[in-house]
């Protein structure tokens, strides 16, 4: 069965510093999407990407964050100056239409020390 | 932003008992869809509602999507040892290739 793929599974990194998450969406889809996890919250949405754009974005998406489809498999995430608080699991997501329903990836457990 | 509000928070059931969950908004959604997410995964999707009044299963879980497209209920029948995980509910947040909102989940525990 299709799935998400999502590397790498943790990440540790000193704040400051640059990180990218990577993301294999299902490959006949045309929506895709990063959402984050704080320990023991629920989901929240940080953007979405639909023909080679930024199709939405939330507040928490601010100019450190930045997502790319660098080929026509690969999705990523950057953050570019980690802070403590971007601690997270970060979540990729893809789905074959709009408003319908998203397939999640395993997840990208990213720490921020 | 919209909100979606899930009820109960927690459900501490025997194994073999029914559950029954549920998700209200302050607005109109579109799509409902249920999830649940095991500790250190991701969500996987369980059911997707598309119509008002639509009633679907999937298994042992049975979910409805209210006529007034504001509530939602996910009921799981003769609950086993796997089904402990938490549930969440989430919706479209709006037009376009908007990204979904979700609830705060229920978490579901069985004592053996």
């Known amino acids: 069965e299709p799935e998400v793929t999502q590397t790498p599974s943790h990440q540790v990194t000193q704040m400051g510093q640059e990180v990218i998450l990577r993301c294999v969406p299902i490959s006949n889809h045309l929506y895709f999407y990063w959402y984050r996890q704080i320990l023991g919250q629920k989901v929240e949405f940080l953007v979405s990407f639909y023909n080679n754009e930024i199709s939405e974005k939330s507040e928490i998406f601010d100019d450190q964050f930045s997502v790319e489809r660098p080929d026509g498999s690969n999705f990523t995430l950057k953050i570019r100056s980690t802070k403590l608080e971007d601690s997270a699991m970060y979540f990729c997501?893809?789905?074959?239409?709009?408003?319908?329903?998203?397939?999640f990836g395993q997840g990208t457990r990213l720490t921020v020390v | 932003g919209q909100q979606l509000n899930q009820s109960p928070q927690s459900m501490f059931i025997q194994e073999g008992e029914d559950v029954s969950m549920n998700c209200t908004s302050s607005?109109?959604?579109?799509?409902w869809l249920w999830y649940k997410q095991d500790p250190g995964e991701g969500p996987v999707l369980l059911i997707a509602?598309?119509?008002?009044?639509e009633l679907t299963s999937n298994g042992r879980l049975t979910a409805q999507f209210g006529i007034t497209r504001k509530d939602s209920f996910l009921n799981i029948s003769a609950s086993i040892p796997s089904d402990v995980g938490i549930y969440f509910c989430a919706g479209p947040s709006g037009g376009g290739a908007d990204g979904l909102t979700f609830g705060k989940g229920t978490h579901l525990i069985i004592q053996p």
């Open positions: 997501a893809s789905s074959a239409l709009d408003e319908t329903e998203a397939f």
């Open positions: 607005s109109i959604f579109n799509t």
């Open positions: 509602l598309y119509k008002a009044g």
